[in-house]
């Protein structure tokens, strides 16, 4: 079965600052990969997504995420923070069987944006 | 034009009430999803539809029973609500052919 990890449960960085989410990954087919963010009381909002191809993909809002499949990771970067980043992040792997599609989720990592 | 639409939006209820929570998506998606976000925020699936068939039960208690008229329509119906069934429930829809699932606003539901 596939899982997803996000070993930071906080980060915290200053506006302007580079940022990187860390997310690894255990599933034993080409993985798809996927970045959600949840601003408070809002749905989930898809950052961006690796099927295949390239391995830097970019998304929404500047942000890029890098697949390595070496290292079973896709982590999620930003060179600039802006204040409205602030929000929680989940990175998810999904895994299509016979006839439909699933989607596990990591733990989530909320971002905190100082000013 | 909203993608994914989930009534109500906070829903408040006694314990063992039955609630329903109503899902609607206009993306002409062929399967629908509902998970869970507990209070720790960890997502997790519950049900999946295609085509108003089900095709994934993630062991969920029988109190929970959704329903798919159509294939644009999930919808959620609790019995005997109890307290850890207080969470945030969400809504999804994606093309068979992918595993983007593109999500609505949610529900968070407390029982007391």
């Known amino acids: 079965a596939q899982s997803v990890t996000q070993p930071d449960i906080h980060i915290t960085v200053s506006e302007g600052a580079s940022l990187e989410l860390r997310c690894n990954y255990s599933?034993?087919?080409?993985?798809?990969l996927f970045w959600y963010v949840q601003s408070p009381g809002q749905g989930l909002q898809l950052l961006l997504k690796?099927?295949?191809?390239?391995?830097l993909v970019q998304g929404i809002k500047g942000f890029e995420a890098e697949f390595k499949r070496s290292q079973s990771s896709f982590n999620l970067r930003k060179p600039s923070v802006h204040w409205s980043d602030a929000a929680e992040y989940f990175c998810?792997?999904?895994?299509?069987?016979?006839?439909?599609?699933?989607?596990?989720f990591g733990k989530g990592t909320m971002l905190l944006v100082s000013p | 034009d909203t993608a994914v639409s989930q009534t109500p939006k906070y829903l408040v209820t006694q314990m063992g009430n039955d609630k329903s929570i109503k899902c609607e998506q206009n993306?002409?998606?062929?399967?629908m999803y509902w998970y869970k976000q507990d209070s720790k925020k960890f997502l997790k699936i519950m049900f999946s539809?295609?085509?108003?068939?089900?095709?994934i039960n993630e062991t969920v208690p029988n109190r929970f029973s959704p329903k798919s008229p159509d294939k644009a329509h999930l919808n959620l119906h609790i019995n005997s609500l109890e307290l850890g069934d207080s969470a945030v429930y969400f809504c999804a829809s994606s093309q068979i052919a992918h595993t983007e699932a593109f999500f609505g606003q949610g529900t968070r539901l407390t029982v007391v």
């Open positions: 993306l002409g998606h062929d399967t």
């Open positions: 690796y099927f295949s191809g390239d391995t």
């Open positions: 539809y295609n085509n108003k068939e089900l095709i």
């Open positions: 599933y034993g087919a080409t993985p798809y």
């Open positions: 998810a792997v999904g895994a299509r069987h016979s006839g439909y599609s699933t989607l596990t």
